[in-house]
């Protein structure tokens, strides 16, 4: 009997996998459901005795299983997008079925912690040190330092908790590791919990992703056995982008309002109801488990560039052809991931932009496109890695109108804790509107008889510019998180590079 | 009368569940939105009091998260994600016959980012996702909701 594999992630069933899956059952086929390899333009991907097929749809099957079609693709482990990759957090993607505890095994799986847990908490922890490890989150802070703090942290009650609020528009890494190799993840998290003596998890997955949240429940149920005496449980996020900042996530555990803590207290000192906290995205938790293989940390280390080690699972959004999870060592550049591995844009119009990092990432032209992927070469070009999401705009982008988008976002999500994020976002929006307004009139908050220090009469173009940019300075300096001080970079960087979009808008055109 | 019954078994039930873990309130949102389509004052009232909190409290928290709603709105429910990937393979031109689509019979809101970044524009019903939406898959989409 033919075995026909099928991903069962959230992104190929939103494609129609089940439908297809169902015409192979009902066609005599053995259908296991896997993970996805990560190749979103070929989805619904069948993959039979290695030979790929896609995108398939009900339509396709008899050919499919006949071997002929139009549709084939060749060995899917070979194909250039995969055979490019250097994949260590995702070696199991689209090759084992996501919640089979024998595939897991079968594949490396628990190794790790059985060789953690033979050691001394120290030994794992200077293991973890010497990968060079930072945090996938968009910090990039070194994990084995902030675990080093926890363990040294005193008190006898402390917790690893797992951010998995994968709010950024352009990423979808965390998603496809709890839907495709939740194990892993579990592996990590119990690894850490050994290392810093924490007996209680926690991941903080956003309500957005529901089959995550199913997977993550089953997962750990059938794990419980090998995680013990460690217990994790599963929180379900409630809208909120702003708690993707771990310590509002930790709020939110605790049942209170998304709002962002002043630090310090570090959560690693003072953390989830106040005791010692190892908060770690999920893809850096993820990592873990092949950095204390028995090939141990020195390969990781010896993959990327600078202070940049190991590799990114990098995802590759928006108006790209070939959009999908490429997991590479850093120091890959943006021109080879774009036009290269990504073929431009899927419309087929030039590329205008990228943002790379999420809705609070700099946008970046293709004059920059020899930017390496590394934390500080980004960091001197004023953008960020963030989460490493890669989001392609066409020449049909209006940069104006994204960096508008920029601030409202900020406004519909800010926490409300801090006032340059809270009011300097929707003075920002407003700010921009006026920029584009084909009639230009007198801020109507600066003229208000209690604003002593605004000029009453009509700004001009260079000055609303200039308070644009003063703003920016003022939410980037005085946030107290990421949201409010982050939200400048797409802003200032479509305004550095195509100001040209930033002039009067033609009011037929109305977004 | 046996509805409002019901009703208060169902909520009391609700927080038994999760009222001896840690940090329940969320998981008791949750649950309560879930099984009533609103968190009303008369639940705030009753998870306050099992909690020991102030009913300030928890409408604070009830207030602050996107997926709670004070009242019900039965009507069927789409999202449309209108984040930047999406916005990046056209979804923002979708919106006007989607909106027209839904009229008032379906509530049509903005979500941002489904994790479909790579095959937007994406959309959200319920349990189901949808992705590679052109104008006449989302206004069917909204039409059968």
Redesign the interface.
Known sequence: MTTVRIADDALAVACGADAVAAAFAAAGCTVERVSSWGMHWLEPLIEIDGEGFGPASVADVPAILAGTGRKALGRVAQHPFIARQQRLTFARAGQSRPLNLADYAATGGWCALDRARAQSPADVIAQVIGSGLRGRGGAGFPAGLKWQTVAAAPGTRKYVVCNADEGDSGTFADRMLMEGDPYQLLEGMAIAAYAVGAGQGYIYVRSEYPHAIAKLRAAIDLAAPRLAPFRIDVRVGAGAYVCGEETALLNSIEGKRGEVRAKPPLPAIAGLFGCPTVVNNVLTLAAIPHILAPQGASPYDSLGVGRSKGTMPIQLAGNIRYGGLFETAFGITLDELVNDIGGGTASGRPVKAVQVGGPLGAYIPPAQFDLPFDYEAFASADALIGHGGVVVFDDSADMAALARFAFAFCAAESCGKCTPCRIGSTRGAELLDRLRAPIRVIDPVGALPQMHNSPKALRSRAQDVALLEDLCETMKFGSLCALGGFTPYPVLSALRHWPEDFSVRDTTDGI | MSDVMDAEDKLAGIIAVHRG???????I??DVQAAFGCIDPAAERAIAHA?NVSRA?VH??VS?????VSAPDPRPHVQLCR???????GA?ALVPSARSAAGERVRLSD??????????P?A?VG?N????LDQAALVALVESA
């Open positions: 873990h840690e940090g329940p309130l969320l998981p949102l949750h909690l409290e604070g928290v602050f998260y996107h997926d709670f984040a930047e990937a999406c916005q990046a393979r923002e979500v941002y980012c489904l994790g479909l970044c790579s095959v937007g994406a959200r349990g996702l949808y992705a590679r």
